[in-house]
């Protein structure tokens, strides 16, 4: 068991392609971490640094105490699954799992002679972590089958599973659902989940999927261009992004922004749209800075039918009038297309909602739970 640590690591491939930028996480152990971002972000490079299939430029990867810059990627104890795994065609399920233990436990055919009760010993313990895990993944039923006689799903628990059965002190696992239809998604993650609850190993997963992260990771380390953007529990990601790009990427419908002014009558500040304003709670940091040019946000389920009980009681100071434009049944609830003025707004709401579409409406939103971000930096102000 073994927590991880990336130490000041950046990768420059070629002259100037920073994959990773001066990347510093710290995974506990036995923590599942998710490691989340688009396309190029430098996730699957991270990964693959502490793998060691990967060399970083500088700084340190680290697993439990140990710098593991110098350790061949053998003797570093990872397992780790990809998106695109490949399983041996011409073995059957039981085989493609036991041959990874084989290689390493079973010390070659004149070794075998020469050690016959222990070689026996051996074999009778990987028979039985086979089946063991078989048995957790639910692959039992088709061990004496080869890889194209199963579905997709069936072979990616194949692949899971012969990472499992090694034991190893890291897990990585780098997209290894994305092949999976939505169902057998969502099946096999709670799975995963499950699996690393029993098996308590420190595990590290890419994704790009937002949804994924929040579901499955105790903690989301959300990335761009190579830079750690954030790293923490997804209720607090959620709740309190650092910048922007975290609270775009983060929720999903994704968060409103609006460009706003902060503005001040008497001792009330407001974060100004123009066409609407909206009071800022009391001492929120953003109220002494009137003038400045900001990025209101606000998340499609912060906005509430006025008419229909909710978190919020209307008052002038939180309620909004705003044209329907478009009203997409989600069944519990309805994804509402809004239009104050000039600015859109996108909201999220309760199935009860007589609002109907081409007509004005009014809408309450939670300020508790409005988001500012400087324009200069993109970052939170809070
Ligand atoms: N071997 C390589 N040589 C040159 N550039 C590379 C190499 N591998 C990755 N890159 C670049 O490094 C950046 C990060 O790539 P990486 O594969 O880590 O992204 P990713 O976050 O895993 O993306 P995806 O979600 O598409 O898998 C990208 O700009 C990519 O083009
Ligand atoms: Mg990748």
């Keep these: 068991m073994a927590g991880v640590a990336f130490r000041n690591i950046s990768k420059v491939f070629g002259k100037d392609v920073k994959a990773v930028d001066n990347l510093n996480l710290e995974i506990r152990d036995k923590e599942f971490m998710v490691l989340v971002g688009p396309s190029g972000c430098g996730k699957t490079t991270a990964l693959r640094m502490i793998a060691g299939l990967e060399e970083s430029t500088e700084g340190d990867i680290m697993i439990g105490e140990v710098r593991v810059n110098d350790v061949p990627p053998k003797d570093r104890d990872i397992a780790m699954v990809f998106q695109n795994y490949a399983l041996y065609p011409h073995m059957n399920v039981y085989d493609n799992i036991a041959f990874g233990l084989r290689l390493r436990e079973l010390k070659g055919f004149f070794w075998q002679l020469t050690h016959m009760a222990e070689a026996r010993r051996i074999k009778l313990d990987i028979d039985s972590r086979v089946k063991e895990v078989a048995r957790m993944l639910q692959i039992e039923k088709y061990l004496h089958r080869r890889p194209k006689e199963l579905s997709g799903g069936q072979r990616q628990r194949v692949a899971l599973a012969r990472a499992i059965v090694r034991k190893p002190k890291v897990f990585l696992m780098d997209e290894p659902l994305s092949n999976l239809d939505a169902k057998l998604r969502v099946e096999t993650r709670a799975e995963l989940i499950r699996l690393h609850r029993s098996l308590g190993i420190t595990t590290i997963y890419v994704t790009h999927d937002q949804t994924e992260a929040m579901t499955m990771g105790q903690r989301i380390a959300i990335m761009r261009d190579g830079k750690l953007q954030q790293c923490d529990e997804p209720e607090t990601v959620y709740a309190y992004p650092a910048n922007k790009f ?81 009203l997409e049944p989600l069944g519990d609830r309805y994804i509402a297309y809004l239009t104050i003025g000039g600015h859109k707004l996108v909201s999220s709401i309760d199935n009860e909602t007589k609002i109907k579409v081409d007509q004005e409406a009014n809408f309450t939103i939670n300020l508790e739970r409005i988001h500012i971000f400087d324009n200069d930096t993109e970052a939170a102000i809070r």
Excluded: C, W
């Excluded at 503005?263 to 009137?290: C, I, R, W």
């Design 246 to 326: 975290v609270a775009s990427f983060i929720g999903s419908p994704p968060m409103n922004f609006v460009d706003a002014k902060i503005t001040n009558v008497g001792e009330q500040a407001y974060v100004d749209a123009g066409d609407f304003k909206l009071a800022l709670p009391a001492g929120h940091p953003a109220a002494g800075m009137s003038g400045k040019s900001v990025t209101l946000g606000i998340r499609p389920e912060e906005i509430f039918d006025a008419t229909l009980p909710s978190r919020v009681t209307p008052n002038e100071l939180n309620t909004i009038r705003a044209k329907v434009d478009v």
